[in-house]
C-alpha cells in the first residue's frame, strides 16, 4: 500500500492532466480524418469500376459497330449481286422476246404468202364454177328431155306389167301393203319385247331406289330378346328365403306365374325360363318386389302377383297406345290396342315383335308415299301384320290366320284384313298395298342385325337346307352359304339340261318355303357346268 501510493505521489501532476488531454485529441483526430480517408478510398474504386465499365462499353460498342459494318458489307454485295441477277434474267427476257418477235414476224411473212396464194386459187375456182354452171345448165335441159323420155317409158312399162300381171295398179298396191304390214308386226313385237325389257329394269331400278330411300329415312332400334331373364339377388342367402320350407314359395312362384325358377350355383342371381314373354315379365317383377319387401310366403306371393298382373296390364295398354300414336294411327279398337303393347314382350328369332310391327309400319308408308299408294292403310297394314303372334301360343292356328280372324272381329276393313294375310304368301296379294306390307315385312326381317337365331337352330337349318337341295334328282353337290341366306347346288350336266333348270330352282324354292321356317328370304342358285378335257402328248 505504501509502494503505491508511493509511485502515484512520484508521478507529475502535469502528466496525469495532459495524458487524458491528449488521448482525447488523438480519438478526434481519428474520428474526424479516418471516414474521410475511408470514403476518399470508396470514390476511388467507385472511380476505377466505372472507367473499366466506360472502357468495356466502348470496346463493345466498337464490337457492334465493326459487326453492323460486316453486315452492312454483306447486305450491299447481296443486292449487287441480286442485281446483277435480275440484270441478265431481264436480258435474257428481252433477248427471247426479240427471238419470238422476229419469228412471229416470220410467221405473219409465210401467212401473207400462204394467203396470197390461196386468192389465186380462188379466182382461179370462180372462173372454173362459171365454166361449171354453163355446163350444168346445158346438162338440166338433157336431164329434163329424158325425164319427159322416162315418164313416157314408165306410163308404157306399167301398162305392160299391168297387162302380164293380170291385175290393176291398185290391187298390186294392196298386196305391197299387206307384204309391208307383216314385215311392220314383226319389228313392232320386237320393239315391244325390247320395251318391255327396258321397262323391267327401270322397274327394278326405280323399285332399288324408294326401297333404299324408304330404309334411310326410317330408324327404329332393334331390341334383342330371349326366353330367359335373370333377377339379381343382394346376396345368397335370399336364396334359400325364396325356395322356402321344403320348397313351399318355390312352388307358390312358380304356380301363380307359370314360370319356371331356376336356382343353380350362379352367385346372386335367379334365372326365371319361360316361352311366355308376359308371365316371365310378372314372374321377374313380382320378385323383385318381394325381395324388396322381405315378406316372402305363398300368401303375400299371390297378392304380389296380381297386383304386378293388374300393373302390367296398365303397361301393355300404354305401349299399345305408344306404338299406336309413333306409328300414326288412330282409330283401333281397345283390344287391338291391348293385342299391340303385348307384342312389347313377344321376340321373333331374337327381333322384338313391336319394334318390328313399327318398323314395317314406317317402312311400308314411306314406299306408299313414293308410289302414290295409300299411306294411310299402308301403315295400319304394317302395324297390325303380326298381330297374331301376341296370342299364338294361346290360340291354335298359325299368326298369320289369328291375327286376321282378331282383326276382323273387331270390325277392321277388309282392306287392312287382306294385308294382314298376304304378308308371308298364304294368299295371293292383290293391291298394291298388300305388296307393300309384304316388302316391308322382308325388309325388316331381312336388315343386318335384325334377327338372329341360336347356333344349334343355326347348323340345323343349314343342314335341312342343304338336305332338302339333295333330294332332287340331278343335284350333285348342295351349299348353304351366307348364313344360310342362299344355297347354291350343283347338277349333273347329263341329267339336267339348260331348261330343266329354271324348273329345278322354282321346285327346290317351293319345297324350301313348304318345309322350313326361317327370317327374310333364300335364294336358290342352280349351276349347270360342262368341262372338256384333253392332254397334248
Same mark, same amino acid.
Given at each position: 500500500m505504501f509502494g503505491v501510493n508511493f509511485y502515484a505521489a512520484s508521478i507529475p501532476l502535469w502528466v496525469g492532466i495532459v495524458l487524458p488531454i491528449v488521448a482525447l485529441m488523438i480519438g478526434g483526430a481519428l474520428g474526424f480524418f479516418l471516414p474521410r480517408i475511408l470514403q476518399k478510398n470508396k470514390i476511388d474504386g467507385a472511380q476505377k469500376t466505372a472507367e473499366s465499365i466506360r472502357e468495356k462499353a466502348i470496346a463493345e460498342s466498337q464490337a457492334a459497330a465493326k459487326e453492323a459494318k460486316l453486315k452492312a458489307q454483306e447486305e450491299v454485295l447481296k443486292l449487287k449481286q441480286e442485281f446483277d441477277r435480275s440484270k441478265l434474267d431481264v436480258e435474257r427476257d428481252l433477248k427471247e422476246r426479240r427471238s419470238e418477235l422476229s419469228r412471229t414476224e @416470220?410467221?405473219?411473212?409465210?401467212?401473207?404468202?400462204?394467203?396470197?396464194k390461196k386468192?389465186?386459187?380462188?379466182?382461179?375456182?370462180?372462173?372454173?364454177?362459171?365454166? %361449171?354452171?354453163n355446163n350444168l345448165k346445158a346438162?338440166?335441159?338433157e336431164i329434163a328431155e329424158k325425164q319427159k323420155e322416162i315418164s313416157e317409158a314408165h306410163v308404157r312399162m306399167v301398162a305392160a306389167i299391168e297387162q302380164a300381171a293380170g291385175m290393176s295398179r291398185e290391187e298390186a298396191k294392196k298386196e305391197l301393203i299387206k307384204a309391208i304390214e307383216a314385215d311392220a308386226k314383226i319389228d313392232a313385237a320386237k320393239m315391244v319385247r325390247e320395251i318391255e325389257q327396258n321397262a323391267k329394269e327401270e322397274g327394278d331400278k326405280k323399285a332399288k331406289e324408294i326401297v333404299a330411300l324408304s330404309i334411310q329415312r326410317c330408324a327404329v332400334d332393334h331390341s334383342s330378346e330371349i326366353t330367359v331373364s335373370a333377377v339379381v339377388l343382394p346376396?345368397?342367402?335370399?336364396? /334359400?328365403?325364396? $325356395? =322356402?320350407?321344403?320348397?313351399?314359395?318355390?312352388?307358390?312362384?312358380?304356380?301363380?306365374? =307359370?314360370?319356371? &325358377? $331356376?336356382?343353380?350355383? %350362379? #352367385?346372386?342371381?335367379i334365372v326365371l325360363s319361360g316361352f311366355d314373354p308376359v308371365r316371365r315379365e310378372v314372374a321377374r317383377i313380382t320378385l323383385e318386389k318381394l325381395i324388396l319387401d322381405g315378406r316372402i310366403h305363398p300368401t303375400r306371393i299371390e297378392e304380389v302377383v296380381e297386383k304386378t298382373r293388374k300393373e302390367l296390364d296398365v303397361q301393355i295398354k300404354e305401349a299399345g297406345e305408344a306404338a299406336m300414336f309413333e306409328a300414326g294411327v288412330f282409330g283401333l279398337?281397345?283390344?287391338?290396342?291391348? &293385342?299391340?303393347?303385348?307384342?312389347?314382350?313377344?321376340?321373333?328369332? /331374337?327381333?322384338?315383335? &313391336?319394334?318390328?310391327?313399327?318398323?314395317?309400319?314406317?317402312?311400308? *308408308?314411306?314406299?306408299?308415299?313414293?308410289? /302414290?299408294?295409300?299411306v294411310k292403310l299402308c301403315k295400319r297394314g304394317g302395324l297390325?301384320?303380326?298381330l297374331g303372334k301376341a296370342i299364338d301360343?294361346?290360340?291354335?292356328?298359325?299368326?298369320?290366320?289369328? *291375327?286376321?280372324?282378331?282383326?276382323?272381329?273387331?270390325?277392321?276393313?277388309?282392306?287392312?284384313?287382306?294385308?294382314?294375310?298376304?304378308?308371308?304368301?298364304?294368299?295371293?296379294?292383290? %293391291? &298394291?298395298?298388300? $305388296?307393300?306390307? @309384304?316388302?316391308a315385312d322382308a325388309i325388316s326381317g331381312a336388315k343386318p342385325g335384325a334377327r338372329r337365331e341360336s347356333l344349334e337352330n343355326y347348323v340345323k337349318r343349314l343342314e335341312r337346307l342343304e338336305g332338302i337341295a339333295n333330294g332332287f334328282a340331278g343335284v350333285e353337290k348342295s351349299y348353304a352359304i351366307q348364313a344360310g341366306r342362299e344355297v347354291r347346288i350343283i347338277v349333273k350336266p347329263e341329267i339336267v339340261n339348260e331348261a330343266a333348270m329354271v324348273f329345278l330352282a322354282k321346285d327346290i324354292a317351293k319345297?324350301?318355303?313348304?318345309?322350313?321356317?326361317? #327370317? /327374310?328370304?333364300?335364294?336358290?342358285h342352280v349351276i349347270r357346268e360342262t368341262r372338256s378335257v384333253d392332254y397334248a402328248k
Amino acid at each position: 500500500m505504501f509502494g503505491v501510493n508511493f509511485y502515484a505521489a512520484s508521478i507529475p501532476l502535469w502528466v496525469g492532466i495532459v495524458l487524458p488531454i491528449v488521448a482525447l485529441m488523438i480519438g478526434g483526430a481519428l474520428g474526424f480524418f479516418l471516414p474521410r480517408i475511408l470514403q476518399k478510398n470508396k470514390i476511388d474504386g467507385a472511380q476505377k469500376t466505372a472507367e473499366s465499365i466506360r472502357e468495356k462499353a466502348i470496346a463493345e460498342s466498337q464490337a457492334a459497330a465493326k459487326e453492323a459494318k460486316l453486315k452492312a458489307q454483306e447486305e450491299v454485295l447481296k443486292l449487287k449481286q441480286e442485281f446483277d441477277r435480275s440484270k441478265l434474267d431481264v436480258e435474257r427476257d428481252l433477248k427471247e422476246r426479240r427471238s419470238e418477235l422476229s419469228r412471229t414476224e @416470220q410467221r405473219i411473212s409465210q401467212k401473207e404468202d400462204s394467203l396470197d396464194k390461196k386468192e389465186e386459187a380462188y379466182d382461179k375456182k370462180l372462173e372454173s364454177l362459171d365454166t %361449171t354452171r354453163n355446163n350444168l345448165k346445158a346438162r338440166e335441159q338433157e336431164i329434163a328431155e329424158k325425164q319427159k323420155e322416162i315418164s313416157e317409158a314408165h306410163v308404157r312399162m306399167v301398162a305392160a306389167i299391168e297387162q302380164a300381171a293380170g291385175m290393176s295398179r291398185e290391187e298390186a298396191k294392196k298386196e305391197l301393203i299387206k307384204a309391208i304390214e307383216a314385215d311392220a308386226k314383226i319389228d313392232a313385237a320386237k320393239m315391244v319385247r325390247e320395251i318391255e325389257q327396258n321397262a323391267k329394269e327401270e322397274g327394278d331400278k326405280k323399285a332399288k331406289e324408294i326401297v333404299a330411300l324408304s330404309i334411310q329415312r326410317c330408324a327404329v332400334d332393334h331390341s334383342s330378346e330371349i326366353t330367359v331373364s335373370a333377377v339379381v339377388l343382394p346376396n345368397d342367402e335370399m336364396k /334359400g328365403r325364396i $325356395i =322356402g320350407r321344403e320348397g313351399r314359395n318355390i312352388r307358390a312362384l312358380e304356380s301363380a306365374t =307359370g314360370v319356371d &325358377l $331356376i336356382i343353380d350355383d %350362379t #352367385p346372386e342371381s335367379i334365372v326365371l325360363s319361360g316361352f311366355d314373354p308376359v308371365r316371365r315379365e310378372v314372374a321377374r317383377i313380382t320378385l323383385e318386389k318381394l325381395i324388396l319387401d322381405g315378406r316372402i310366403h305363398p300368401t303375400r306371393i299371390e297378392e304380389v302377383v296380381e297386383k304386378t298382373r293388374k300393373e302390367l296390364d296398365v303397361q301393355i295398354k300404354e305401349a299399345g297406345e305408344a306404338a299406336m300414336f309413333e306409328a300414326g294411327v288412330f282409330g283401333l279398337n281397345a283390344e287391338i290396342v291391348k &293385342l299391340l303393347g303385348r307384342l312389347k314382350y313377344r321376340t321373333s328369332y /331374337g327381333q322384338n315383335v &313391336l319394334k318390328h310391327s313399327l318398323e314395317v309400319s314406317h317402312l311400308a *308408308g314411306l314406299m306408299a308415299s313414293e308410289l /302414290g299408294a295409300d299411306v294411310k292403310l299402308c301403315k295400319r297394314g304394317g302395324l297390325l301384320h303380326d298381330l297374331g303372334k301376341a296370342i299364338d301360343h294361346e290360340v291354335e292356328g298359325t299368326h298369320v290366320s289369328i *291375327g286376321a280372324d282378331f282383326a276382323r272381329k273387331f270390325k277392321e276393313r277388309e282392306e287392312v284384313v287382306h294385308c294382314i294375310m298376304a304378308h308371308h304368301g298364304d294368299v295371293e296379294a292383290k %293391291t &298394291l298395298e298388300a $305388296i307393300l306390307v @309384304q316388302t316391308a315385312d322382308a325388309i325388316s326381317g331381312a336388315k343386318p342385325g335384325a334377327r338372329r337365331e341360336s347356333l344349334e337352330n343355326y347348323v340345323k337349318r343349314l343342314e335341312r337346307l342343304e338336305g332338302i337341295a339333295n333330294g332332287f334328282a340331278g343335284v350333285e353337290k348342295s351349299y348353304a352359304i351366307q348364313a344360310g341366306r342362299e344355297v347354291r347346288i350343283i347338277v349333273k350336266p347329263e341329267i339336267v339340261n339348260e331348261a330343266a333348270m329354271v324348273f329345278l330352282a322354282k321346285d327346290i324354292a317351293k319345297q324350301i318355303e313348304k318345309d322350313m321356317e326361317y #327370317p /327374310g328370304q333364300i335364294k336358290v342358285h342352280v349351276i349347270r357346268e360342262t368341262r372338256s378335257v384333253d392332254y397334248a402328248k
